[in-house]
């Protein structure tokens, strides 16, 4: 068998030390990190893309399940089954294009729309309509957006930041 890409759970906020200690044990790990710009500038200016959640490639016949099994701060590789589930490279390439490109762009897109901005929601239950930007919700990963209703009424509605770009 040879090594192939797993996905790794880990405990909360506890993805950069798993990922160093896999590291220092040899194992090739891809921990794919966002820019942020805080609010509160001593908060951490990048985090994790899937929080809880990295790769790493081993050759599970030769180092065995219970390497990442019993690896402090960590719950297990992600499985089907009684079957760690294989990640394919060019999903992982896909992921660190995507990321390349979002943190050249100056990071997460909420960060880069001001209050009053139109958007486009992408997907999602609203998808195709226009929208105005109204703020990030803290500490989260979604936007509150006004939303027009029959021309003269504006709902307020929150969703992820993934759904929605600048019109």
Not at 19 to 25: D, I, S, T, V
Not at 126 to 142: H, V
Not at 147 to 165: F, P
Request: proline share 7%; with cysteine.
């Amino acid at each position: 068998m040879n090594a192939h890409w797993y996905a790794l759970q880990t405990r909360a906020q506890k993805e950069g030390f798993v990922a160093e200690q896999l590291e220092a044990r040899g194992f090739p790990v891809f921990y794919p990190r966002l820019a942020v710009k805080p609010v509160n500038p001593r908060s951490r200016t990048v985090r994790p893309f899937f929080p809880c959640y990295l790769f790493v490639r081993a050759n599970l016949e030769h180092v065995g399940l219970p390497v990442f099994q019993y690896l402090p701060h960590t719950v297990g590789l992600v499985c089907f089954g009684q079957d760690p589930a294989i990640v394919a490279p060019e999903l992982l390439d896909g992921i660190e294009q995507q990321l390349a490109q979002i943190n050249a762009a100056g990071g997460e897109i909420f960060l880069r729309l001001q209050p009053g901005d139109r958007v486009q929601i992408t997907h999602g239950a609203f998808a195709g309509y226009e929208a105005i930007f109204d703020s990030r919700l803290r500490d989260s990963d979604r936007v509150r957006l006004l939303l027009d209703l029959l021309g003269s009424r504006q709902a307020v509605i929150e969703i992820g930041a993934d759904q929605v770009r600048r019109v």
